[in-house]
């Protein structure tokens, strides 16, 4: 197959501590912490690596500011692991660090990785729903859904310039094997790695005509779980980035926040899971942004 999901996430930083807070706080596990990095994982493994001084041999980033800086893709066998590094070489160079992760850069200037993917299983059991004809819960009230932990990076949504968009998108697409799923001409392109069954791994974004990080999409249990976590990510004083709503593309229940190291996080849950029998679709008008998003009137004043 090829590339599975995302191993890592990379961001330089320049506050450590509220860094390591709103992490701790968006319900990933701590593995790691000195006076300049820390390390966290979701349930399935994948790290999200902090650092206030990263590895110099980086690609320079491509916006002021904390940002993102090295996404390292997953791969489902050695012998596939070292067919894609040598076709990267053979375009651009390509260096190996002692933990067997390869590294070079996208078209963009982000840095990519390759290594082989470790996926570690996670237990999920649906929260049980009731319809007419359609019971699965009975003599049974539903409990709290209690602290919510993401379960994996799903997908990363990075923005880049307008001018040689189609470079950006090929070096994915050509190089490592990602297929276009959606292709929005006015906005970006919607991509699936080829080891993976949601709908999209990666968003390459060109409606800001500026390079820089969008968003890395946690997956969570369920839509219990993107509303709670939003919740208590409000109780502890970060900032939402956008109303809870669901997608029009992938269709996914999503909450959204301002990160301070760069960019957004999502919870996201319920994606469309898409094989070889979706076809590409193109959209010469960017689709609503979603298909339905929280309303409320509770902020304004209005008569008792």
Not at 169 to 182: I, K, W
């Amino acid at each position: 197959m090829g590339i599975q999901r995302i191993e890592s996430v990379t961001y330089g930083i320049d506050d450590l501590d509220e860094n390591v807070r709103f992490f701790d706080d968006f319900g990933l596990f701590p593995v790691e912490r000195t006076d300049e990095h820390a390390v966290f994982e979701t349930l399935t493994g994948q790290t999200l690596h902090l650092d206030t001084f990263p590895d110099s041999r980086l690609p320079p980033p491509v916006e002021p500011g904390p940002t993102l800086r090295e996404v390292v893709w997953g791969v489902d066998t050695p012998d596939e692991l070292e067919r894609l590094v040598a076709a990267v070489a053979e375009d651009r160079e390509v260096r190996e660090s002692a933990d067997g992760v390869h590294h070079t850069a996208d078209e963009t200037g982000f840095g990519v990785g390759l290594t082989l993917a470790r996926p570690r299983p996670a237990a999920v059991t649906p929260r049980p729903a009731n319809a007419p004809g359609h019971v699965d819960r009975w003599n049974t009230p539903l409990a709290a859904v209690g602290r919510v932990r993401p379960l994996r990076m799903c997908h990363v949504a990075l923005n880049i310039p307008k001018p040689g968009r189609q470079q950006a998108v090929a070096f994915y697409t050509g190089l490592l094997g990602f297929r276009p799923t959606d292709v929005v001409e006015p906005m970006g392109v919607f991509m699936q790695a080829p080891g993976d069954e949601d709908q999209h791994t990666m968003l390459l974004c060109h409606r800001p005509d500026r390079a820089g990080v969008n968003h890395v999409a946690y997956e969570v249990p369920g839509f219990d779980d993107v509303i709670e976590g939003g919740n208590h990510m409000i109780d502890k004083g970060w900032r939402e980035a956008r109303r809870l709503g669901r997608h029009t593309i992938g269709s996914n229940v999503f909450r959204f926040l301002h990160a301070p190291c760069g960019g957004r996080v999502e919870y996201a849950a319920d994606m469309d899971r898409v094989d070889d029998g979706y076809e590409t679709r193109v959209h010469g008008t960017t689709p609503p942004h979603h298909i339905w998003a929280l309303r409320t009137n509770r902020d304004q004043d209005t008569p008792a």
